[in-house]
């Protein structure tokens, strides 16, 4: 027959070491959710640490290149001036002083649209800026016609479609993304041939075709035409950044547009560029 008092005492053990039990894996969750707690606030700083030092280093990085861009600016605006005027002066009718001071002026043009550039893709990083300004894009493809030297111009087959072609955004900016796929163009292909620039209304949209000569763009490389400082196997005696292209499809994307190469093969490259219009 069993003992009552040792039944119950056997009983109240068992609660006891239950409880103690209990207490014990509530205690150790309480740490391991503590320790847990204290490691996500350590990486969550760290973190905030590593954000804030890369914003400072951008933050350095823009004033530096603001910096050095001015610094070249009035220099080679000072260079192109004096090109110029030994351009329209009596020796510059002499044909070794015309082919010095047209190096002179392309390499000026070059270190300009190369700074240009720079800014740019800095800038472009915080967006697209106010769309405040309604323009004429005929009127901005007609500035880009002395985009260069007369004899890169000269190269030049522009087809404008009749009509009016409105956008609204920051013309500058547009100008700079139909510029550098010109200028693009103009540089891969051979002195001798031209570059074709098309240009329509499409429905609601602009459309702008430049095709040129030269060698086809190799299949391996044409997923990277579009990333920035991307150069390639064929750009090494071509002067650029490597920004061109980068820019004009990033421009052309934050307005609601963009930038893609349609075809390169042995007759050409085509490259096209589309924009919203503005229908007010």
């Known amino acids: 027959m069993k003992n009552p008092a040792l039944s ?12 103690g039990l209990l207490n014990f894996a509530v205690a150790s969750h309480s740490r391991q959710s503590e320790l847990t707690l204290k490691e996500e606030q350590k990486r969550a700083f760290n973190l905030m640490r590593v954000a804030k030092e890369a914003l400072e280093d951008k933050v350095r990085q823009r004033e530096f290149v603001a910096i050095v861009s001015h610094e070249f600016r009035t220099p080679l605006a000072i ?6 005027a030994l351009e329209l ?8 002083v015309k082919s010095s001071v047209e190096k002179i002026r392309r390499a000026d043009r070059r270190l300009s649209s190369l700074i240009e550039n720079i800014l740019l893709d800095d800038a472009l990083d915080i967006g697209p800026g106010p769309v405040t300004q309604r323009f004429d894009l005929w009127d901005a493809i007609e500035s ?14 522009i087809t404008l479609a009749p009509g009016e072609a409105w956008c609204r955004g920051d013309q500058t900016r547009v100008e700079v993304a139909i510029r550098n796929l010109i200028q ?3 540089k891969y292909s051979p002195l001798n041939t031209m570059v074709d620039v098309q240009c329509a209304v499409i429905e609601d949209s602009f459309s702008m075709l430049v ?19 991307f150069r390639g196997s064929g750009s090494s005696k071509v002067p650029g950044s490597g920004l061109g292209l980068h820019i004009s499809r990033t421009i052309a994307r934050q307005y609601g547009g963009d930038v893609v190469l349609l075809s390169s093969d042995e007759e050409a490259t085509l490259f096209r560029l589309m924009l919203p219009l503005d229908a007010d």
């Open 8 to 19: 119950e005492s056997a009983t109240q053990l068992a609660q006891f070491a239950a409880l």
């Open 79 to 84: 260079i192109d001036a004096v090109a110029h």
């Open 89 to 96: 002066s009596p020796s510059g009718q002499d044909d070794r």
């Open 144 to 157: 880009i016609r002395s985009i260069g030297l007369p004899d890169e111009n000269a190269r030049l087959n």
């Open 184 to 186: 693009n163009a103009l």
């Open 211 to 229: 095709s040129n000569k030269g060698q086809p763009i190799p299949e391996s490389e044409k997923n990277s035409l579009f990333e920035r400082y």
